[in-house]
């Protein structure tokens, strides 16, 4: 009881803005670029070995920039497609190798010095038994009823015995502590020591439309319970993760020019602790790949398939409700008869 009433007290706290981390942001001497977020989505042919990464940016002090994101292994992944939104922040769509991770993103306007953004570090809890690490919204759908997330995670068994894992070990919370669990998801698995999952899926389904995803918590309501927070969990990758070890010793990696340098020499290996496992370099097919009016079919194809995906859905609980009302009336109808 007394775990529970810590993780509740934690998570208001969390929705009155104690917690709040910043988001990730740079400047030079013309405009300020803010990366609020970002989200994957599967493309609709099932048997790609892409996906679509859409990045929520804010620019200010210029009209527009370019834009450049660095992975794990330092392979350049340039935007298929622009989505102005209000106040200028726009969506950029970035088509990449499926489960990419990333350490850098570059932006630059005509005319000014390229700005340098560190990506964020995949967040993770851990206790003396097990460590489960958080890798983002891999699909997602709204409208004016529901929202639907699906998202990815893994789990490490830290301990000496096996340990079975399902989906509902997990909670999700939203940015007012309110608790959801999962609706769709892996099979259970049983995972050794020493040993740890691949990447898992978790779906969330009939989510309110003003849902804001919080916090993931595993094993909600032990005393063993751990909780990633995201605005305070979601940090920038050290200079030495990005740059390399020497960063650490050398001043001159504040400077932009010697930052761009040292990122196209990165070492794989200075990327451990985000990567939690390296991923093959994938084939350098992106500038052909990725060309607006291609990114704007694959955006279009996997738009059509989520609405399929939540019409499927809605049917499946319209099916389960009209059938559950057919058995009541039966048993009525019986019970009057009889």
């Given at each position: 009881?007394?775990?529970?009433?810590?993780?509740?007290?934690?998570?208001?706290?969390?929705?009155?803005?104690?917690?709040?981390?910043?988001?990730?942001?740079?400047?030079?001497?013309?405009?300020?670029?803010?990366?609020f977020?970002?989200?994957?989505?599967?493309?609709?042919?099932?048997?790609?070995?892409?996906?679509?990464?859409?990045?929520?940016?804010?620019?200010?002090?210029?009209?527009?920039?370019?834009?450049?994101?660095?992975?794990?292994?330092?392979?350049?992944?340039?935007?298929?497609?622009?989505?102005?939104?209000?106040?200028?922040?726009?969506?950029?769509?970035?088509?990449?190798?499926?489960?990419?991770?990333?350490?850098?993103?570059?932006?630059?306007?005509?005319?000014?010095?390229?700005?340098?953004?560190?990506?964020?570090?995949?967040?993770?809890?851990?206790?003396?038994?097990?460590?489960?690490?958080?890798?983002?919204?891999?699909?997602?759908?709204?409208?004016?009823?529901?929202?639907?997330?699906?998202?990815?995670?893994?789990?490490?068994?830290?301990?000496n015995?096996?340990?079975n894992?399902?989906?509902?070990?997990?909670?999700?919370?939203?940015?007012?502590?309110?608790?959801?669990?999962?609706?769709?998801g892996?099979?259970?698995?049983?995972?050794a020591?020493?040993?740890?999952?691949?990447?898992?899926?978790?779906?969330?389904?009939?989510?309110?439309?003003?849902?804001?995803?919080?916090?993931?918590?595993?094993?909600?309501?032990?005393?063993?319970?751990m909780?990633?927070?995201?605005?305070?969990?979601?940090?920038?990758?050290?200079?030495?993760?990005?740059?390399?070890?020497?960063?650490?010793?050398?001043?001159?990696?504040?400077?932009?020019?010697?930052?761009?340098?040292?990122?196209?020499?990165?070492?794989?290996?200075?990327?451990?602790?985000?990567?939690?496992?390296?991923?093959?370099?994938?084939?350098?097919?992106?500038?052909?790949?990725?060309?607006?009016?291609?990114?704007?079919?694959?955006?279009?194809?996997?738009?059509?398939?989520l609405?399929a995906?939540?019409?499927?859905?809605?049917?499946?609980?319209?099916?389960a409700?009209?059938?559950?009302?057919?058995?009541?009336?039966l048993?009525?109808?019986?019970?009057?008869i009889l």
């Amino acid at each position: 009881m007394r775990s529970i009433i810590i993780l509740i007290a934690l998570l208001l706290a969390m929705a009155s803005g104690t917690a709040l981390g910043l988001p990730l942001q740079g400047s030079n001497e013309n405009a300020t670029v803010v990366i609020f977020g970002s989200s994957r989505m599967p493309v609709a042919d099932e048997n790609s070995t892409q996906e679509i990464l859409k990045v929520d940016v804010g620019l200010m002090g210029a009209e527009n920039a370019s834009y450049e994101l660095l992975d794990q292994n330092d392979l350049a992944y340039y935007p298929g497609l622009y989505r102005p939104l209000s106040s200028g922040k726009q969506t950029v769509y970035f088509l990449t190798e499926i489960d990419s991770l990333f350490k850098l993103i570059n932006v630059t306007q005509e005319g000014s010095d390229p700005i340098y953004i560190k990506w964020w570090i995949t967040p993770n809890a851990s206790n003396d038994r097990i460590k489960v690490r958080y890798y983002g919204i891999t699909d997602s759908s709204v409208n004016s009823d529901e929202q639907m997330l699906v998202l990815q995670v893994s789990v490490q068994n830290t301990a000496n015995q096996s340990i079975n894992v399902t989906p509902f070990n997990f909670t999700l919370f939203d940015q007012w502590g309110w608790n959801y669990r999962p609706t769709m998801g892996f099979d259970a698995q049983n995972v050794a020591p020493g040993s740890g999952t691949d990447r898992l899926l978790l779906g969330f389904t009939a989510l309110p439309p003003v849902f804001r995803p919080a916090a993931l918590a595993y094993d909600y309501g032990t005393p063993e319970a751990m909780v990633i927070e995201f605005e305070k969990d979601y940090v920038p990758l050290s200079d030495e993760l990005v740059y390399g070890a020497a960063s650490a010793s050398n001043s001159a990696v504040n400077n932009a020019s010697s930052q761009a340098k040292m990122a196209a020499a990165a070492p794989v290996a200075q990327m451990a602790n985000q990567t939690e496992g390296s991923v093959e370099k994938p084939p350098a097919n992106n500038s052909a790949a990725a060309k607006i009016s291609s990114i704007k079919d694959m955006v279009a194809a996997s738009e059509a398939r989520l609405a399929a995906t939540r019409q499927g859905l809605n049917q499946t609980d319209q099916d389960a409700k009209d059938a559950a009302i057919s058995t009541a009336a039966l048993n009525n109808s019986t019970a009057t008869i009889l």
